[in-house]
């Protein structure tokens, strides 16, 4: 009866580091393995200050602990187990601000993020000139949104001896969007301006670049 026992506990034992050796190789392969992985589709796309919507290539995509790079048609895809993530997206124009959101992953979800860059018209400004230390101080109405950034101004006008001027950090349409913005709201902000001569008349073609961002999750 005792060498029976002793012939039982073995196989016993066997089985039982048969059944962890099994185990083991699951979670080896992760919970891919048992087929509990969510896809999360991304497209990103960029719509410019003529409103042209184009797909983003090189955005980066970072959700929990997966990252991917959109490819030439803007789209992305990550593969993570169910959970509560918080995901990044980022542009890959450094003077864009990046996205960040939590995102619920109970299923297989299609995720669309939009960078809106749009030149918004001043409902009001101010020019206080002090040479280099000037500043203006600006009104918009900044449309609905998930999100919104401003830039700085870009402000034109004539000096007091009817000269042409342009006030603005930098020589393109925008520079770094560092200002957040409360969308769907008048928001009254101030900013540093330089320039060589004193705006006396100030144009309505002055505006204020903005990023609008939209996300939307199916």
């Known amino acids: ?21 099994s185990l083991g190789s699951v979670s080896s392969s992760g919970v891919e393995g048992l087929g509990l992985v969510r ?15 184009r797909p983003v290539e090189g955005a980066l995509v970072v959700i929990g602990d997966r990252r991917a790079v959109t490819s030439s048609d803007g789209t992305a895809t990550v593969s993570l187990p169910p959970g509560r993530y918080s995901s990044y997206f980022k542009h890959p124009d450094p003077r864009l601000s990046v996205v960040v959101r939590e995102l619920s992953v109970e299923r297989d979800l299609e995720v669309q993020v939009i960078f809106d860059l749009r030149p918004l018209r001043l409902a009001a400004a101010k020019v206080a000139w002090g040479g280099s230390n000037s500043s203006v101080s600006l ?36 520079s770094y969007f560092s200002t957040s913005l409360k969308p769907g709201e008048r928001n009254l902000i101030a900013f540093e301006v330089h320039g060589g001569r004193e705006v006396a008349v100030l144009l309505p073609s002055s505006y204020l670049p903005v990023q609008l961002v939209r996300v939307t999750v199916s």
Do not use: C
Not at 1 to 21: G, I, N, P, Q, Y
Not at 39 to 53: C, E, G, I, M
């Open 139 to 174: 009104e918009v109405e900044v449309p609905e949104a998930d999100m919104a950034f401003a830039s700085t101004p870009v402000i034109f006008g004539y000096s007091s001896d009817g000269e042409f001027v342009r006030l603005a950090s930098t020589p393109d349409d925008f």
């Open 39 to 53: 896809k999360v589709n991304v497209k990103v796309l960029t719509a410019d200050f003529q409103s042209v919507v």
């Open 1 to 21: 009866m005792k060498v029976w026992h002793l012939t039982l506990m073995a196989l016993l034992l066997s089985l039982l580091m048969l059944a962890f050796s």
